[in-house]
């Protein structure tokens, strides 16, 4: 059917020709926008309902239209990286700006390879956690703040804007002694820890207790879209601290100017342990809720027009998660908390509840936890290659790349998943090029049902040029 045949017949032809399954071709790329917006403006205004024939198919026309949008986010999401346009000038011009002194030293960046990989909070804090561990150091009790390392800006072509790729995290924490640390993680898994003298007082209200930060910053991120903001053109990810905020006190938030209402023009917050958005500039909520919670519930909406569709092509991993219309996996945070405590009572546990922990503690951004429960999973069975590939793709996470490939390594030589794997590790160390891929999802079969996990590879730009919803 050419598109001339379907403005004739449109819309009840349309109907009919997908009803039959006549051959109307979607590539692997997607549909794109251009040839929705035509379906669209090829259906007359007028009489819309008259020559669709019921109800029936008003709602198969509705759902069909919803289905293109949804192929063209491609399961594997793809980037193409410019190839020139780098500038750190601008980077430590903001640095001055928006983060209080440290100290007097020069802040070296570390020079990446290509590609230039994406790197969450969560994930660095973790991979510092295990560090600390591993060579004895005293573990963080408080953080003063989280700040991104923006190892490189880019800018869109011809429109001059700017992105910035985080790959990297710096830390600033107190010891369980009261000692105050700095540490700078990077996304090729370098840790750099050094003594701090700055009195952080004089610059936040208080510290952040580890148990109060539950949102990351791609969590953050997600909780704005939710609620109709945008991530700035040149976003680097947020900044932790705590601000005080009207009527709620000293809050843990996401900041920085990373993000902002468009129909209101407002610089905007993230609550780190709630969600709750706040006004930047006046520091107080946009919206004084009657529903406030004490905890973030992860944005997830069973009746959402994003769940319902997901929930019929990836039914597997309904309730426990569903991938939204922008491309992000949104888990029932609460459901999954509960499901990760009941098998934590259990008097006597398998293998496989631990794995199962162990997943559902990264999934809730616990990597560290997680990395613990995969190990109780393997010196039970310690033949299970794909316990050791978990614990692998946690490692990957968090950027232990060693430790990454040593798990890799152990995977029967004629596996698929081992030659991946270590490709992963090998586009992560800059050694390979990614190919465009900038993440991949895992299914994991756990004992409470499938759960997708995802890995990211890198670049991704946290920046409003994700697809809005329409």
């Known amino acids: 059917m050419n598109f001339e045949d379907f403005q004739r017949k449109a819309p009840g032809a349309l109907i009919g020709q997908l009803g039959n399954k006549a051959p109307i071709s979607i590539s692997s790329g997607g549909v794109s926008q251009e040839v929705v917006d035509r379906i669209i403006n090829a259906l007359p205004k007028d009489n819309l309902l008259c020559n669709i024939k019921n109800i029936r198919n008003l709602l198969f026309f509705l759902l069909v239209i919803a289905a293109i949008l949804i192929v063209n986010r491609s399961f594997e999401r793809r980037v193409k990286m410019p190839s020139n346009g780098f500038d750190r000038s ?247 908390l509960t499901k990760l405590e009941e098998e934590k009572s259990k008097l006597s546990r398998s293998a496989s509840s631990w794995m199962t922990t162990g997943i559902l503690h990264g999934i809730l951004g616990n990597w560290e936890k997680a990395v613990d429960d995969l190990n109780k999973a393997i010196q039970m069975e310690p033949q299970n290659s794909d316990y050791r590939y978990y614990r692998g793709l946690t490692f990957l996470i968090i950027r232990d790349l060693d430790k990454a490939t040593s798990d890799f390594l152990s995977l029967p030589q004629d596996s698929k998943a081992r030659t991946d794997a270590l490709r992963y590790v090998e586009t992560l160390r800059g050694k390979k090029e990614s190919e465009g891929i900038i993440a991949f999802a895992q299914n994991i079969i756990t004992d409470i049902g499938m759960i997708p996990l995802e890995v990211h590879l890198g670049p991704i730009p946290l920046a409003s040029i994700i697809p809005k919803r329409q």
């Not at 560090?131 to 991104?148: A, C, D, F, T």
């Not at 820890?193 to 539950?214: A, G, M, S």
């Not at 969590?219 to 609620?227: G, M, S």
């Open 90 to 336: 601008q980077d430590n011009e903001r640095d001055k700006e928006m983060i209080p002194k440290i100290s007097d030293r020069k802040r070296e960046r570390t020079e990446e390879k290509s590609p230039m990989s994406y790197y969450s909070a969560k994930q660095a804090f973790a991979r510092l956690i295990l560090y600390l561990r591993e060579n004895k150091q005293p573990l963080p009790q408080v953080i003063w703040n989280g700040i991104p390392e923006r190892t490189s800006i880019y800018s869109h072509g011809e429109s001059g804007l700017l992105s910035g790729i985080v790959g990297g995290w710096l830390f600033c924490y107190e010891d369980i002694n009261g000692n105050t640390w700095i540490a700078r993680l990077t996304c090729l898994g370098e840790v750099v820890i050094e003594k701090e003298e700055t009195d952080f007082n004089k610059f936040y209200p208080r510290p952040i207790k580890l148990d109060e930060w539950i949102l990351d910053n791609t969590d953050a991120h997600i909780a704005v879209l939710r609620e109709g903001g945008e991530g700035r053109v040149n976003n680097f990810g947020g900044w932790l601290m705590t601000v005080v905020v009207k009527d709620r006190g000293a809050r843990p938030v996401w900041g920085g100017g990373a993000w902002y209402m468009p129909d209101k023009g407002l610089p905007i917050m993230v609550d780190a342990q709630t969600g709750e958005l706040y006004d930047e500039e006046k520091a107080e909520p946009i919206t004084l809720s009657k529903t406030y919670k004490t905890e973030w519930d992860g944005g997830f909406d069973e009746k959402s027009p994003d769940a319902l569709i997901s929930k019929s092509e990836y039914y597997y991993w309904w309730p426990r998660a569903y991938r939204n219309f922008n491309g992000y996996y949104i888990y029932n945070r609460l459901l999954l």
